[in-house]
Structure formats: structure tokens, C-alpha cells
């Protein structure tokens, strides 16, 4: 558990286990809190890198961000600890956001990508115009002010109380100019269609089988515009699919990172076989 200067900012970060690197890139406005389900489960194995990014969690905030901002922190990042070579970076939401712009900007240090409830198309206007209100309710009121919304939405209707009040808490207390920032820089993103559709590297796409924020048609709508990727669809999980099912979603991750060690450039994705999860190359399932 340790920081690095970054940009002038003081980012929090933690190290865990040894192995070939991956890269845990939470969502909005969450932490490096939502991997520490999987860390246990995967650090026998693996060297895991859990950052929180600026203006989340232990992180320090600035007033601006962006895909672009978020994206070379982690670079440097894994420059600083010593990770020059390739690594899988797993991102979950605005996660998923940040790792398609680190695709774009540092191809050479992907070896296989981890889509966790996110999506690749960039917010219509109704969405974009809802994210600034949000904002701006954000810098007026603190980060509490959008809390109930947001918790309303990230959880599946199988989750208890007592995990959505632990998030409720940490929501909170989270600095309101990252959280303002991050959704400017949300606000602003690109498409990554394109992105997704060039990459040469195996892709798994993992979602919640009730996300009400990037559902299983945004999953659906990735596999199809990847070149060698699978769809898991968690069964009762809602947006937090790491925190809500961690036995599930850390076999599936472990399932991947596995079969990319032995088969780096395989013919394609193998299913995920007594996960828990559904493996789906349509929303048939079949």
C-alpha cells in the first residue's frame, strides 16, 4: 500500500501478489475497495494493480480530468512500480471507459483486455446534458448530493442492505472535485467501437445479468464488434458485479487470465465452465 506522485497529485495505490501483471481499474465514483473481493482469490497467482484514481478513494483530486489524464496516470504508474512490459488491464464502468483510451494511447502494453459491466459507445446528448446537472449538483452540494441516485442504480435486486450502506458510506465521502471531474471527462468521451474492433488481443466481456446502468445488450453489442471476445453474463448480479458475486466473477476472471498464459494468441475465448456465470455468444445463450 503505497503512493506516487503523479502529475503533481498523490495517488494511492497497492501491490499484490507476484506473478504476470494485471491492472484493476474501478469505476465511478467507486475505489480500489471493489477488487478486494477478487485480490483475495487471485494474488496466489497473479501481480495485482489497484490503483485509485485521482480524485477516488485515497487519491488526491484535481479539478479537471479526462479519459486521456486518467489513462497516462496508469501508464505511469506502471512505469513507477516497474511494469514496462504488457499487463491485462481489467476495467469495471468508467473503468471500462479508461482502459479503451489506455488501448488507444499504449497498444504495446495490452495483452488481453477485461470488459466489466461497461460499454464502448459514447453518452447521447439526453446523457451528456444529465452528467453535467449531475456535476454541477456534485459542486454545489458534495458528492452525497447524487449518493441515493447512484446506489439506486449501481445494485442488483439481490444485494443487501448492508453492502449498499457500505458503499452509500465510501460514496460519500468521496473528494466532490473528482467526482465532478469524472463526470466532465464521462461527459466527453469518445466512441470506442473502433477501438474495440482493432484490437488483436483475446477480449473477455463480463456484465451483471440485471445492470440497469450498461445491461447485457451493451455486452452483446461489444461481442459483436470484437474480433476474439466472450460475453459472461452473472446471473442476479446488478452494475457491481465484483462486490455482489466476487466467488463468480473471480472465476471467471481467473478462468481467462489462465487459458491467456497458456494460449496467448489462441483462436478465441474459451467458455467459462462452472463459474456461475452464463457464457453467450448471443442473448440466447447459445
Same mark, same amino acid.
Not at 488501448?103 to 495483452?111: F, L, T
Given at each position: 500500500?503505497?503512493? @506516487?506522485?503523479? #502529475?503533481?497529485?498523490?495517488?494511492? *495505490?497497492?501491490?499484490?501478489?507476484?506473478? &504476470?501483471?494485471?491492472?484493476?481499474?474501478?469505476?465511478?465514483?467507486? +475505489?480500489?475497495?471493489?477488487?478486494?473481493?477478487?485480490?483475495?482469490?487471485?494474488?496466489?497467482?497473479?501481480?495485482?494493480?489497484?490503483?485509485?484514481?485521482?480524485? *477516488? !478513494?485515497?487519491?488526491? &483530486? +484535481?479539478?479537471?480530468?479526462?479519459?486521456?489524464?486518467?489513462?497516462?496516470?496508469?501508464?505511469?504508474?506502471?512505469?513507477?512500480?516497474?511494469? %514496462?512490459?504488457?499487463?491485462?488491464?481489467?476495467?469495471? +464502468?468508467?473503468?471500462?471507459?479508461?482502459?479503451?483510451?489506455? =488501448?488507444?494511447?499504449?497498444?504495446?502494453?495490452?495483452?488481453?483486455?477485461?470488459?466489466?459491466?461497461?460499454?464502448?459507445?459514447?453518452?447521447?446528448?439526453?446523457?451528456?446534458?444529465?452528467?453535467?446537472?449531475?456535476?454541477?449538483?456534485?459542486?454545489?452540494?458534495?458528492?452525497?448530493?447524487?449518493?441515493?441516485?447512484?446506489?439506486?442504480?449501481?445494485? $442488483?435486486? *439481490?444485494?443487501?442492505?448492508?453492502?449498499?450502506?457500505?458503499?452509500?458510506?465510501?460514496?460519500?465521502?468521496?473528494?466532490?472535485?473528482?467526482?465532478?471531474? &469524472?463526470?466532465?471527462?464521462?461527459?466527453?468521451?469518445?466512441?470506442?467501437?473502433? @477501438?474495440?474492433? +482493432?484490437?488483436?488481443?483475446?477480449?473477455?466481456?463480463?456484465?451483471?445479468? %440485471?445492470?440497469?446502468? @450498461?445491461?447485457?445488450?451493451?455486452?452483446?453489442?461489444?461481442?459483436?464488434?470484437?474480433?476474439?471476445?466472450?460475453?459472461?453474463?452473472?446471473?442476479?448480479?446488478? %452494475?457491481?458485479?465484483?462486490?455482489? =458475486?466476487?466467488?463468480?466473477? &473471480?472465476?471467471?476472471?481467473?478462468?481467462?487470465?489462465?487459458?491467456? #498464459?497458456?494460449?496467448?494468441?489462441?483462436?478465441?475465448?474459451?467458455?467459462?465452465? $462452472?463459474? !456461475?456465470?452464463?457464457?453467450?455468444?448471443?442473448?440466447?445463450?447459445?
Amino acid at each position: 500500500m503505497t503512493r @506516487t506522485t503523479i #502529475d503533481g497529485l498523490s495517488l494511492y *495505490h497497492e501491490v499484490h501478489g507476484s506473478g &504476470a501483471p494485471i491492472l484493476l481499474v474501478h469505476g465511478f465514483p467507486l +475505489s480500489g475497495k471493489l477488487w478486494e473481493p477478487a485480490v483475495g482469490l487471485l494474488e496466489r497467482k497473479y501481480r495485482l494493480i489497484v490503483p485509485d484514481l485521482r480524485g *477516488h !478513494g485515497r487519491s488526491e &483530486a +484535481s479539478e479537471t480530468a479526462s479519459m486521456a489524464r486518467f489513462a497516462d496516470d496508469l501508464a505511469a504508474l506502471l512505469d513507477e512500480i516497474g511494469e %514496462h512490459g504488457p499487463v491485462v488491464p481489467v476495467g469495471m +464502468s468508467m473503468g471500462g471507459y479508461v482502459v479503451f483510451e489506455f =488501448c488507444r494511447r499504449y497498444p504495446e502494453r495490452v495483452r488481453g483486455l477485461v470488459l466489466v459491466d461497461t460499454r464502448a459507445q459514447a453518452d447521447p446528448p439526453e446523457e451528456v446534458r444529465m452528467r453535467r446537472e449531475m456535476a454541477q449538483l456534485v459542486r454545489d452540494g458534495g458528492s452525497v448530493a447524487i449518493t441515493d441516485t447512484m446506489i439506486a442504480r449501481l445494485f $442488483g435486486p *439481490h444485494a443487501s442492505d448492508e453492502l449498499k450502506d457500505s458503499w452509500r458510506e465510501m460514496l460519500s465521502a468521496t473528494d466532490p472535485r473528482g467526482v465532478a471531474a &469524472a463526470l466532465d471527462a464521462m461527459a466527453c468521451r469518445v466512441d470506442s467501437f473502433a @477501438t474495440l474492433s +482493432s484490437l488483436t488481443c483475446p477480449v473477455l466481456i463480463v456484465t451483471g445479468e %440485471h445492470d440497469a446502468i @450498461t445491461p447485457p445488450r451493451d455486452a452483446y453489442r461489444m461481442r459483436q464488434a470484437a474480433r476474439d471476445a466472450r460475453v459472461e453474463i452473472l446471473p442476479g448480479a446488478g %452494475h457491481m458485479t465484483p462486490v455482489e =458475486c466476487p466467488e463468480a466473477f &473471480a472465476a471467471v476472471l481467473l478462468r481467462f487470465l489462465e487459458w491467456l #498464459d497458456r494460449f496467448r494468441r489462441g483462436p478465441s475465448v474459451p467458455a467459462v465452465a $462452472g463459474s !456461475g456465470g452464463r457464457s453467450a455468444e448471443d442473448p440466447a445463450g447459445g
